[in-house]
């Protein structure tokens, strides 16, 4: 048994999307492991989440929140709860991430052909170079090449319970949790210990930054690099798309006064390519489709 992870705000017409990408990939491949899929939601949901929720058909629980937890407290109470019933990994997917229908196959693959012992985390995402032609990824990119490296991306990633229990799991506490200026000096002390080391990311004036729960897992990600070479795996072409663009970055009247209304208009900013231009911030430029070369992926992956 292993776990699927979902933790959900209250947005509804994501939700509905992200689990109909995932409802399609498990139908496409299906997957080695038996999966338990926990949702877990922060208080101040709506009914629509919950009707939601119950028509997926798979076997699943819902954590509901009885008070305010906040974005790192909700998914990292989450994961101490999801590793309890996980053997080996859990998959961790936001409710603003859309994995492709050849997803769980990847995973599967990837996980047949490398040395479980040797990596932390494996990432679905990665992040492509934009070309003249306004592409996301380089017309070199390769469908079956998957890289060594010690980036991490809260996008639909695998997470070893290993990993988990060595190094995120004794971070998890309310010294952590307490507030921005808590989470900052928590971060920073752990920083301090690695910063003069080329391998950590988080250092100069970047080690008070980024101090949320992904923040905190990329710096571990280092730390188990660092001290144990503990690598982490992800695709030269990404197996998620992140369609996030809500938040500070919700777009006025874009956004749609009805569930059906903003669900069209989110699938259509999201097959369309028009997500970025809705965004009022242009906080993220991360918002592309997925690559035509998955649909002709062999099903082979070799790391490099």
């Known amino acids: 048994m292993n776990v699927i ?9 994501m939700l509905y999307l992200s689990l109909e990408y995932e409802l399609k990939a498990r139908k496409y491949y299906k997957f080695s492991s038996d999966l338990l899929t926990i949702f877990v939601l922060d208080y101040g949901y709506d009914d629509k989440i919950l009707e939601i929720i ?5 076997k699943k629980y819902v954590i509901k929140r009885d008070k305010k937890f906040g974005l790192s407290m909700n998914i990292l109470e989450g994961m ?3 590793f309890k019933h996980a053997d080996d990994y859990v998959i961790y997917i936001e409710d603003d991430m859309l994995v492709h229908q050849t997803y769980f196959k990847f995973i599967d693959v990837l996980m047949s052909i490398v040395n479980f012992n040797e990596y932390s985390v494996i990432i679905g995402y990665s992040k492509g170079i934009h070309n003249k032609d306004g592409n996301f990824e380089t017309p070199t990119a390769n469908v079956n090449l998957v890289h060594k490296d010690h980036a991490y991306a809260a996008y639909a990633p695998v997470i070893k319970k290993t990993f988990f229990n060595e190094y995120i799991l004794p ?10 200026s808590s989470r900052e000096k928590f ?9 003069d080391d080329a391998r950590f990311k988080y250092r100069g004036n970047l080690i008070r930054k980024h101090n949320e729960q992904a923040g905190l897992i ?4 280092d730390v188990a690099f660092i001290q144990e070479g503990l690598y982490t795996l992800r695709p030269e072409v990404t197996r998620v798309v992140h369609i996030g663009f809500y ?6 009247s874009l956004y749609g006064n009805s569930f059906e209304e903003r669900l069209n208009l989110l699938r259509d900013a999201i097959i369309n390519k028009k997500l970025y231009e809705m965004t009022s911030t242009k906080q993220y430029n991360d918002y592309e489709y997925f690559s035509t070369k998955l649909d002709e992926w062999d099903g082979n992956l070799y790391v490099k």
Do not use: D, I, T, W
Request: with cysteine; proline share 9%; aromatic share 14%.
């Open 5 to 13: 992870m979902r933790p959900a705000c209250n947005r509804p017409e």
């Open 54 to 58: 119950n028509q997926y058909p798979y």
């Open 80 to 82: 101490k709860e999801a």
């Open 171 to 180: 971070c998890v506490s309310s010294v952590f949790y307490r507030n921005f």
């Open 187 to 195: 971060v920073v002390e752990l920083g301090n210990k690695y910063k």
């Open 218 to 221: 990329n710096r571990l990600v």
């Open 247 to 252: 938040g500070k970055n919700r777009p006025g």
